[in-house]
C-alpha cells in the first residue's frame, strides 16, 4: 500500500519583487492504483506542484504537509525522496553531456537501491525497456538527452520510470511535443507501470488527449494555486468541450 498525501500546501518563489505565493492551500491523496489528471491553465502552479514534491530548491513551501505512507517528504533531501519511491518526469528534462544513458540509469538504480544492480540481468533489463520504447540498444550509448528529439527525452523518461520503478510517479507534461505515435508509445508505457501493484501516478497536463489513453480515476482542475474542482473522467470531457472560462470566471469573481 502506497499513499501520497498532499494537506493545504502553500509554495512561494523568489522574484525580484520578493517572495510570490504561487500554491495557495493544495490538498490531494493519491493512494495506490490511483491515476490522478490534474489540468490547468498556464501559470495555474501545476508544475510548481510537482517541483515542490521533488523538493526543487527554488520553490520554497510556506505551509501545509507531505507525506509518503506517512513519512515526512518534505524533511527529505532530494535524493531521500527519491529512494522513498517518488519519481518526477520533467517537462523539460535537462541534457547530461558526457554521462551516457546506460552509466545515468546505473548509477540511478543504484542509488535508490543502495546496491548496484548485477550486471548482465542489468544490460537485458535496460534494453528491455527501451525496446518497450522504442528506442535503439544503441540509444544507451549517447549521452543523456543530448541532441534527443521531444519524443526521445520522453520516452527516456518513461524508461526510468520502469526500471527505476517506484511508487508514485509524478508525471509533469509528459506529453507535451509529442506527435501521436509518441503519445501511444508513452501512454503503453505509463499504463504498465501502473498496471503493477501499489503503484499510484499524478498526471499533470494540459490536453485530454492523453487521458483517452491512459484513463485517470480522478480529475482536478487548478486554478490561481489551487484545485479548483474534483471530478472523475467526466470532468476532463467537459474540460474538451469547454475550456477554463467557467473557472476562470468564478475565480475572478471570489477576488
Known sequence: MSTLEIKDLQVSVDTEDGPKEILKGVTLTIKD???HAIMGPNGSGKSTLAYSIAGHPKYTVTG???TLDGEDVLAMSVDERARAGLFLAMQYPVEVPGVSVANFLRTAKTAIDGEAPKLRTWVKD???ALGNLNLD???SQRSVNEGFSGGEKKR???AQLELLNPKVAVLDETDSGL???ALKVVSEGVNRFRAQEGKGVLLITHYTRILRYIEPDHVHVFVDGKVAESGGPELAEELEANGYERFLTSTQAAV
Do not use: A, L, R, S
Request: hydrophobic share 30%; net charge negative; proline share 6%.
Open 126 to 128: 535496460v534494453n528491455t
Open 64 to 66: 501545509g504537509t507531505v
Open 33 to 35: 492504483g490511483e491515476t
Open 156 to 158: 527516456h523518461e518513461i
Open 179 to 181: 506527435d501521436i505515435d
Open 137 to 139: 540498444p544503441t540509444f
